[in-house]
């Protein structure tokens, strides 16, 4: 069955954009070598993407030319946004869980993709479908900004096991998998 991944750049205090959505923070570590490949690995275990509006608002403005993901690609959005030609995007409203096995069926036998933003992490996460988080922390403190998870608490933590650690010229990726005997005070 498709796992749902969470890959993701963090800062040190664990915001994944800046308040106004800016990246050029984040966007100075493109060029460590092993960051890009290690993304392109990733890629290739995708099947199917999910992303909220303003992500999805994003990509579609920084990303001149043709969608840039091959795969199904869904939307959870509260407002009307186009679909460009060619762009296999599904746009939906609701909650996460009501779409887990329609997302799991468009993956087939590789996992979900789950870009961002921080909210809709959030979302996956409270409703236990978060089973992995790749997290690639660069050395920059923002202070401020979209939070790694959209910083609304969770009724009951939700705990995760390191499977690994990569450190590239300051940038540190960690994998985690999701812990299901993680509970309160563990």
């Not at 199904?72 to 869980?97: I, K, M, N, S, Y």
Request: with cysteine; glycine share 16%; net charge negative.
């Amino acid at each position: 069955m498709a796992d749902f991944v969470y890959y993701v750049g963090s800062s040190l205090d664990g915001y994944i954009a800046g308040e106004s959505g800016e990246l050029g923070w984040l966007e100075q570590f493109n060029s460590v070598p092993g960051l890009d490949e290690a993304y392109r690995d990733f890629e290739r275990t995708v099947g199917c993407v999910v992303m909220g509006g303003e992500t999805y608002e994003w990509i579609r403005a920084h990303s001149p030319g043709p969608w840039p993901y091959s795969v199904p690609c869904w939307v959870f959005t509260h407002h009307e946004l186009g679909v460009d030609d060619g762009a296999d995007v599904v746009l939906v409203r609701g909650d996460v869980a009501e779409f887990a096995q329609e997302l799991r069926r468009d993956a087939g036998d590789r996992d979900v993709y789950v870009v961002g933003g921080g909210a809709l992490a959030g979302e996956f996460l409270a409703a236990g479908l978060l089973d992995r988080l790749i997290l690639t922390v660069v050395p920059v403190a923002l202070g401020g900004g979209v939070p790694l998870f959209g910083g609304s608490p969770l009724g009951v933590p939700a705990g995760f096991a390191l499977e690994d650690v990569v450190q590239r010229e300051g940038t540190v990726q960690l994998a985690y998998r999701r812990h299901e005997k993680a509970t309160a005070g563990h």
